[in-house]
């Protein structure tokens, strides 16, 4: 992916181009991409919460509260930087990591305005509505950080043209719970790392990652009610549904944040421990509502990570490579590469004791 275009100056109309090139990013359908859901609403509207009344209507009155409403604005926070100082192949790598979040920021506001809209159920109706209204808040204020760069992304279009993959209501609980709370914990653990060193901090949007990530932390509040409202999604066969999300989940994010090296580099951080610790905090919340976690001590568990990054990093070569010779190379590698994931599958998970109560404090 390439998207990086010559810096123009701010308050520049924005280049045409260059918009065209970064929507087509967001609209990209690999198995890496931010991707759009799509679901039975309609078995959604009727999931019932009584199980879980009491925490369901302490959530529902905090998130009507707004307590970030406000905060999504540029203010005298905001440093305006030189975009170009910003050496080419990171601004390239941090206009990559601004679409890709843009993109699940926004794949979120799309789900959850659609349930919002279809549904006909109180409860759902109005976790839903305050949920598409924060995620519309975050897509617009990165939407906004990406005008600095003279580009645009067309977020009408992309709601049309956009490939959606449609997943029963349990497999979106799985899958989006998971991508609020790793969401949560890597926004959380990048605003810790510039809070100890701010000469590090290379752009000011993370200055406003700490309210964010709260706002991710309460959405996977809602996904761990949800779920609990139902104890059979969380235990019999669902079970090997859980892990088989919470790897692909991990594994899609190792290999992606592997694709940035100027990106961390930058921000002195190691791409790895970055990885161990956003994963050991995503564990962590996820003893709130899943059976098991994933064993990511166990040294089979790096190993099968870093395999299948390389093999992503071969795919990619093949891609470049073209032609049948190119083709022919990406299958056997697309093989190699579902062996790891089996193998990262089979690794034994840690047996979780689900907590009497869901609500979990963002303590991190
Ligand atoms: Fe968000
Ligand atoms: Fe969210």
Redesign the pocket.
């Known amino acids: 992916m390439n998207a990086h275009n010559p810096t123009p100056l701010k308050g520049k109309p924005l280049d045409l181009q260059a918009q065209n090139e970064t929507t087509r990013m967001a609209h990209e359908d690999t198995l890496l991409q931010p991707r759009f859901y799509t679901t039975d609403f309609d078995k959604l509207d009727a999931m019932d919460v009584s199980l879980v009344r009491a925490e369901w209507d302490a959530l529902i009155a905090s998130m009507a509260s707004d307590p970030n409403k406000g905060h999504f604005k540029r203010n005298e926070e905001w440093d305006d930087i030189n975009l170009d100082d910003v050496p080419e192949e990171l601004r390239a790598e941090l206009v990559d990591f601004l679409v890709s979040s843009l993109t ?2 926004f794949s ?1 506001c799309v789900l959850y305005k659609e349930t919002k809209r279809r549904g006909t159920n109180e409860d759902i109706k109005a976790r839903f509505t305050y949920m598409s209204r ?2 519309a808040r ?2 617009g204020f990165i939407k906004d950080s990406l005008k600095d760069f003279g580009i645009g992304v067309n977020l009408g279009f992309l709601t049309k043209a956009k490939k959606y993959t449609f997943f029963q209501p349990k497999f979106i609980f799985y899958a989006t719970y998971l991508s ?1 709370k790793i ?1 949560y914990a890597r926004y959380i653990t990048i605003f810790r790392h510039f809070e100890k060193h701010p000469e590090k901090r290379f752009h000011p949007i993370f200055k406003w990652f700490k309210q ?1 990530c709260n ?2 932390f309460s ?1 996977g509040e809602a996904f761990s009610l949800l779920m609990r409202s139902d104890p059979k999604l969380l235990s019999g066969h669902n079970k090997l549904w859980i892990k088989f999300f919470l790897c692909a989940v991990y594994a899609t994010m190792f290999v992606r944040d592997h694709a940035r090296p100027e990106f961390h580099k930058a921000a002195g951080l190691d791409i790895e421990e970055y990885d161990m610790r956003v994963f050991e905090i995503t564990n962590a919340c996820t003893t709130q509502c899943f059976p098991l976690v994933l064993d990511i001590d166990n040294p089979a568990f790096l190993r099968t990570l870093r395999r299948l990054n390389e093999v992503a990093v071969k795919i990619g070569d093949a891609d470049q490579q073209g032609g049948i010779a190119g083709a022919l190379k990406k299958k056997a590698l697309q093989a190699v590469a579902a062996a790891s994931f089996v193998r990262l599958y089979l690794i034994p998970p840690k047996k979780n004791e689900i907590a009497e109560d869901s609500k979990m404090v963002p303590s991190w």
């Open positions: 699940a920021e979120g924060d995620e975050h897509a609020e969401g964010w706002d991710e959405h």
